[in-house]
């Protein structure tokens, strides 16, 4: 067993010793894995989250009277007012019932405004309507 045990240690002596010897491999090759770890954690993580960020702050710019929205704190409404030197909208969250919150507080816009409905609505009527074909039923 004790010699086993030398034999071992003078096999990793020989190694440690001749490793020394060897060219060292270039400082590129040793940053390899790191640069390769950054480029999966961008991927998987800072891309997909910047992503999200840029459609809630278009979101948040297009938010107009009328919209149905839910805040961050999980109030549901309707804006009946924007301020937009203050950043601010006005909520209805009952009849009568108005809240003040911050424009970057909205985290979901439930229904779009009446108005783009309506508009949509005008296009509709200004197709023609096609023409109906009645059919006559046998009766037994």
């Known amino acids: 067993m004790t010699q086993f ?3 071992l240690i003078t096999i990793f002596l020989a190694t440690a010793a001749h490793a020394q010897d060897a060219p060292q491999e270039p400082g590129f090759m040793s940053l390899m894995p790191l ?12 891309r997909p989250q910047s992503k999200r960020l840029k459609e809630h ?3 948040v710019a297009n938010l107009k009277r009328g919209d ?4 961050a704190g999980g109030i549901h409404g309707k ?6 030197a203050e950043g601010t909208l006005e909520v209805e969250i009952a009849k ?11 985290a979901e816009l439930k229904v779009a405004a009446p108005e783009a409905k309506s508009e949509a609505k ?5 197709k023609p309507a096609a023409s109906k074909k009645t059919t006559a039923t046998k009766k037994k």
């Open 57 to 59: 702050s278009d979101m």
């Open 122 to 126: 005008k296009v509709a009527a200004k």
């Open 79 to 84: 804006i009946s007012k924007v301020n937009d």
């Open 35 to 46: 640069v390769l770890i950054f480029v999966i954690f961008w991927i998987l993580i800072i």
């Open 5 to 7: 045990v030398l034999s």
């Open 96 to 106: 009568d019932v108005n809240v003040t919150v911050a424009r970057a507080t909205v």
């Open 68 to 71: 149905a929205i839910v805040t």
